[in-house]
């Protein structure tokens, strides 16, 4: 495995192939993250992970300067993953001046859900992964559908930006508890490791009510309900809920009959603010 800190390096490296398939990170990784890469082993003829703490997406109350920085932990993984390429640059080689080009997602989309909670959040992230597709000369990039909206934002720009990659998403990994993984569990004590199940409980007995009721329903209102009694499930164990919500999964727009949905919540367990989602 190769570890690449810096443009002339990565393209030099990469001009030797066709199709790249990446897989883009912030480090700090778990087994979630490892699946994306074996994921993309057969999707290319050269596998490349990206370890970038993009300091765009991170408000100025959140944990940029405290994200866990684990490189060589993260360089041992990927290496037992088969990863071919490591690139992880500096902030000052991707950013050798203030970056005033800025990709704006659609505010119906970005200004929504997890952009409501974290003004500017898919900015940040439409502008670094559009970078990053253009530093690798992805031809294919895998994510995970845990962070779900996000993947939609990177869907939605690459279409509409007619980019020649394939976006995938990979279905979320998951504790034996049915916990998501994510970095931010590492955070929570082990008492909350143990409540934090209760997230992915919510959505599951939300989805299955939705399911259960859904022939006949008129529409987005008759959710309002069962979406109301699982923010209050989470009250009530001592979390606090930004969202319960179920959503169409084409657009995380409000739902009508017939829709392929998707669940999704974002919560706070003590100090740690945990998302997940279930497509219905």
Known sequence: MKLLHTLAELRSTLSAYRHPAVVPTMGNLHEGHIALVRAAKPLGDVTVATIFVNRLQFGPKEDFATYPRTLEADYAQLDAAGCDIVFAPSEAELYPEPQGFLIQPPTELANI???AFRPGFFTGVATIVMKLLSCTQARTAVFGKKDYQQLMVIRQMVQQFNMPIDIVGLDTLRAEDGLALSSRNGYL????RQQAVLLSRTLKALADAIRSGRSGRSGRSDYAAL???AMA???AAGWTPDYVVARRR??????KVGDALVVLAAAKLGSTRLIDNLEV
Do not use: M, W
């Open 113 to 115: 859900l997890e952009g």
């Open 189 to 192: 004590s082990a008492t909350e």
């Open 233 to 235: 499930s989470l009250i």
């Open 250 to 255: 084409v657009d995380l727009q409000a739902p």
């Open 227 to 229: 979406e109301a009694q």
